[in-house]
């Protein structure tokens, strides 16, 4: 849903259902129309059957599975008067889905609508840990009511040299977010090292009313890259 929403594809939701003790399929098409989701037609239920599905106590090998003729018909009026652009068409099976992945949703549609006819994928991948860089974020807070000398660069140099030292097997890459103060000696360290700017004050977001503005911070300064570790340094109240 999140791809389909963010590209604005044409999808086609497949539903396995049940009727009356029986399988049955409907559908969906939806499309973005003036930057909206919308639901350009429904059809269904159809009978497993139209789609070649077997019943109960019938062995698949003895059927021939296929897109149902009705819903051919009804996608390609569909293309011929609302797609003149020749859009591909996104299948997303809904799970459970059965036996619904192993009908030829491509070989039937793609003659009939003379389009590219793609399936969504039913899970996304999750991002994976890089192999050969260590991400970690040093954020160095001064707490109110704590003079500015308390944590300084000496404290926060220390911290980042270990850091770096820390291994030999991957590389370390440090992303430093701390007050401007404490980040001077820090300005020839290195490619290893990235030193973030201090984020201006400003009104905190609505809808972040109870964040923590420091990781609000990293969070938008990162961009969506991620991190393996997060290290604070902060000197604690008396």
């Known amino acids: 849903m999140m791809l389909a929403r963010e590209f604005e594809l044409i999808t086609l ?130 707490p109110r009511g704590v003079g500015k000398g308390e944590i300084g660069s000496s404290e926060l140099q220390d911290l980042v040299e270990a850091l770096l030292q820390s291994t030999t097997e991957r590389r370390i890459q440090v992303h430093v977010f701390a007050d401007e103060s404490a980040i001077g000696a820090l300005a020839t360290a290195g490619d290893s090292v990235t030193i973030h700017a201090p984020r201006a004050k400003t009104k905190r977001r609505p809808d972040h009313s109870g964040a923590n503005p420091w990781f609000e911070w990293v969070e938008s300064a990162m961009q969506g890259e991620a991190l393996d570790a997060l290290t604070i340094l902060a000197e604690e109240r008396p």
């Open 13 to 142: 939701w497949v539903r396995l259902v049940a009727q009356r003790g029986e399988s049955a399929i409907t559908v969906r098409l939806e499309g973005t129309v003036d930057g909206e989701r919308e639901t350009l037609f429904d059809a269904g239920p159809f009978p497993a059957a139209e789609f070649g599905l077997p019943g109960a106590g019938v062995s698949l090998t003895s059927t021939t599975l296929g897109v149902a003729p009705q819903l051919v018909l009804q996608l390609k009026d569909w293309n011929e008067s609302e797609n003149p652009d020749g859009r591909p068409l996104w299948i997303c099976l809904v799970q459970p889905y059965g036996h619904l992945g192993m009908i030829p949703w491509e070989a039937d549609l793609v003659p009939a609508l003379n389009v590219p006819v793609l399936r969504l994928p039913d899970f996304l991948e999750p991002q994976r840990e890089s192999t050969s860089t260590l991400d970690v974020a040093v954020v160095s807070s001064v």
